[in-house]
């Protein structure tokens, strides 16, 4: 069985308080691409994973695909499986990519061994994997609040339009792009974007982790220009970073020469 898990940007990031959990409450919409790994699986004498396409950073055995599994294999009594997990969305771009193959495994095993788990209930199994893990259950835009793991429905439609994701040669971490964020109360209401111009967001929604990440790693900001340059309506770093994305009405035109060497490109 295969299945194509894919990526998701961030449209807005407001960092709105510290919890008294030590997490931060956010407000976001998470908004689904094309951009996609392939997840093979099937019936094995052993439990693994093998990869292939991007390196993966970290060991196999901790890879989230397989926390999936372990996540059901007691209570279902599932049998050994073999996953081959070919890797492009990019890690560590805040795209949402270990997180998406953690939720099309659960959502693989739910079909192939015929569990009969609701969507809410792979919802909760996801939400043990992490914070925007159920996103990718139901796989439609929402607007995210909580730690990201509160979802409302919002009418967000922008397959009219073309997106652009790049990413330079080297991540941002989640703890350090949150070192040095400062929390603060919205100006604007994410949900009000359906209702917006899509040429009018770059005045309106913003991120508020570009404050501090762009500074330390100004490559990120020289992209989200150059989206802006090239013609996109809007433009902004997805998540935590380090991955930029752009959003435009026509089929964008960006020369080889305006990227630098070492960018991972989608179009």
């Not at 093979?40 to 093998?50: A, G, H, P």
């Not at 080297?170 to 964020?181: I, L």
């Not at 997805?238 to 752009?246: E, F, K, L, M």
Request: aromatic fraction near 12%.
């Amino acid at each position: 069985m295969v299945v194509f898990p894919n990526a998701k940007i961030n449209i807005g990031l407001n960092v709105v308080s510290k919890r008294p959990d030590g997490y931060h409450n956010l407000e976001t919409i998470f908004y689904p691409v094309s951009l996609r790994d392939a997840l093979e699986m099937v019936e094995s004498d052993k439990t693994k994973l093998t990869t292939s396409g991007i390196e993966i950073d970290g060991p196999t055995d901790k890879n989230l695909v397989l926390k999936a599994y372990y996540l059901l294999q007691p209570q279902f009594n599932l049998p050994p499986v073999h996953f081959h997990l070919h890797k492009v969305i990019p890690f560590g771009a805040g795209l949402g990519g270990g997180s998406a193959d953690a939720a099309f495994a659960l959502k693989m095993l739910n079909d192939y061994f015929e569990l009969k788990l609701s969507d809410i209930q792979l919802q909760w199994f996801a939400s043990q994997i992490g914070a925007d893990c159920p996103f990718f259950i139901r796989n439609k835009p929402v607007f995210a609040t909580g730690i990201g793991n509160e979802f409302h429905e919002i009418e967000l439609d922008l397959s009219e339009y073309h997106i652009v994701i790049l990413k330079p040669p080297f991540s941002v971490g989640t703890a350090e792009a949150y070192q040095n964020v400062t929390p603060r109360k919205p100006k604007f209401n994410l949900p009000e974007i359906t209702r917006t111009a899509i040429c009018d967001w770059k005045y309106l929604v913003v991120n508020n982790f570009e404050d501090s990440v762009i500074p330390k790693y100004p490559q990120i900001g020289s992209l989200i220009q150059l989206l802006y340059d090239s013609g996109a309506s809007f433009a902004s770093m997805s998540g935590s970073g380090s991955a930029v994305y752009g959003i435009f009405r026509n089929s964008p035109v960006i020369g080889p020469d305006k990227i630098p060497s070492g960018i991972f490109i989608y179009r």
